[in-house]
């Protein structure tokens, strides 16, 4: 019977979340993990940990590889995923899937009978307190959603304090930087929670003094096919970190804080959730559940299919701002 000790990794990227993918694979059991990247720097942190490292994609090609890890910027994502396929491999695609959606929609025309699966890393899902409130609003403890407030505030330049933001994706319109594409989990996790837009209006802008050539602050405003109203707001300018956001129903209201957990207040109940986790739980958790689909040959809940619907919400966001108009999805 097939299980991660037998599966051959591939991650194709070493930095911040390629390095902790990596861990949390070698966590979760697996032995057989070769690490792709072009900057020699990053050789030493992988060897430490005991796994192959090469500075030559086609090295892979040899590795019979059954899963492999994209973690690069969003730039070269379907780039390296191409490659990928014709090694025939299963794909993890970290978020968001491209930095283009034209270049997205035209790779899905040739893969969307590509046997193998493919998953995006919308790790929020994963995250103990978020599938709470998925939880709470599946039992309609707060009756018929109507509106949802999401809200991400960082400040760029603690992001990833021992590497220098001004030279990172985020920083540069060609590699799929700013924060309407890095803040897209808020988009997934608010349509996951809230259902599928019909309509979006948005602003973004750069109103800070980082250094960087994309925008660090968006509004989003999203309705639904089931008319429901979606605000979510972006920014990278924040000192304290926040991670928010709050549904209100027919019958009550839930609020999630990263920091805090889930508050319900409705008509049939009133609850305190303290749901903290390690930040690091929602990643170990999304790799074990990708594995899992692979080992027993279950389709992904997040598909391709996913990822290019919030590539498409992350061009209408800023189709809509520069236009300054409402964009029909």
Known sequence: MMNIKNLNFAVVGSGSIGLRHTKNLKHLGATKISVFDPDKKRKPFIEELGFNFVT????LRDQNIDIALICTPPNLHLYYLDKLISFNAHVFIEKPLSHSYEQAKKLYKRIKNYPKFIT??????????????????????IGK????????????ANWRPTTDYRKGYFAKKETGGGIISDGCH?????TWLLGSPSSIISIKSKVSDLEIETEDTAIILLETESNKLIEIHLNAVEKDYAR?????????????????????????MNETYKLTPDTNDMYVDELHNFINNVI???????????????????????????KGKKIFI
């Open 186 to 190: 808020e988009i997934d996790i608010a």
């Open 244 to 268: 928010n956001s709050k549904i209100i129903g027919e019958k009550g209201t839930i609020t999630w804080d990263f920091l805090t957990g889930v508050k319900i207040s409705s008509d049939e």
């Open 296 to 322: 027993k040959s279950k389709r992904p809940s997040i598909s391709y299919e996913r990822g290019l619907e919030i590539q498409k919400l992350i061009y209408s966001a800023h189709k809509s701002a520069e």
């Open 56 to 59: 030559n994609f086609e090295d």
């Open 145 to 156: 959603p109507l509106i949802g407030i999401f809200e991400s505030g960082q400040y760029l």
């Open 120 to 141: 995006i890393g919308f790790n929020w899902r994963f995250h103990e307190s978020m599938v709470k409130v998925k939880e709470l609003l599946n039992n309609g403890y």
